[in-house]
DNA sequence: TTCTGTGCAAATCTTTTGCATGGCA
DNA sequence: TGCCATGCAAAAGATTTGCACAGAA
């Protein structure tokens, strides 16, 4: 409790109870979505409202204090292919079709063998680290 | 055109001008979103529907004609901590945190430098595996 | 006391569904 | 001809916004 508190004083957010209950609800499984936390801390919190758990994981991510784990994109389609791995810019949202290194197959295949792989490479592209910063 | 013909073909979807022109755009574009399909379409074909595309994006998914590429999935949250790799099931949407290996990081260092990456391997759990096929 | 955060309600956006009509096989 | 696909409109779901009040600093 005491480091979650001292997230929120490092940063431009207030504390409040419902910023320390999402970020302790996190801290608990690891990973929540919008709806798991919301359910969960309106279990001690019967007044919470949805619209203040979307405030507060937009100000949090913005504040760089939590991650989006499945990035948040609109998704896209692709005629069906061999396997191969996919580079999306974060940025302008470019997808990039990239050849399934050997190397990293075989590492991953040892790691988690007979299950469905899809890999993807979240960066910014050439063009827009060209073009503007951040 | 052909290929793209014979694809629903060999599918147990009927060939329509609306699937050949999503499929033809794809082509065309690699990898488009509902909305640049939509737009793209509408042109030369102005009465269609968005309904229609969602609906055909679905049926061509089913059919394993199409793949998703940001894999349509409740984007869920957790603390920032040092970059790691995310393992999700594709079944049951549980997240895992894997440690990026070495092998893997600095292979996608020597191809993608200067690039925020984030990795992420989607596949089937130990759990849903033991529980359920497909 | 000041200013940011909260909670409600409404607005907006995205995706799905129902149904009558149209078109492929 | 039979049945699946289309297009429209409405429904359902997800996310954002505006505003008045409450609470943190």
Redesign the interface.
């Known amino acids: 409790m005491k480091n979650l508190k001292s997230?929120l004083e490092e940063s431009n957010l207030k504390i409040t109870p419902q910023r320390l209950a999402i970020?302790k609800e996190?801290?608990n499984k690891?990973?929540?979505?919008?709806?798991e936390?919301y359910e969960t801390i309106k279990e001690m919190f019967p007044s919470i409202s949805l619209a203040t758990i979307y405030k507060n994981?937009n100000s949090?991510?913005e504040e760089?204090?939590?991650?989006?784990?499945?990035?948040?994109?609109?998704?896209?389609?692709?005629?069906?292919k061999i396997p191969h791995a996919?580079?999306?810019c974060?940025k302008c949202g470019k997808?990039e079709?990239?050849p399934l290194?050997e190397?990293?197959n075989k590492?991953?295949e040892e790691?988690?063998p007979?299950?469905?792989?899809?890999?993807?490479?979240?960066?910014?592209c050439k063009n827009c680290?060209k073009n503007g910063n951040s």
Chains 1, 2 share one sequence.
Do not use: M, R, T
């Open positions: 997230l970020l996190l801290e690891g990973h929540a979505s919008i709806e936390i994981i949090l991510k760089g204090i939590i991650s989006e784990v499945c990035l948040h994109q609109k998704p896209k389609f692709e005629i069906s996919h580079f999306i974060k997808v079709d990239i290194n190397v990293i590492n991953i790691k988690y007979n299950s469905h792989k899809e890999l993807y490479i979240y960066g910014i680290q």
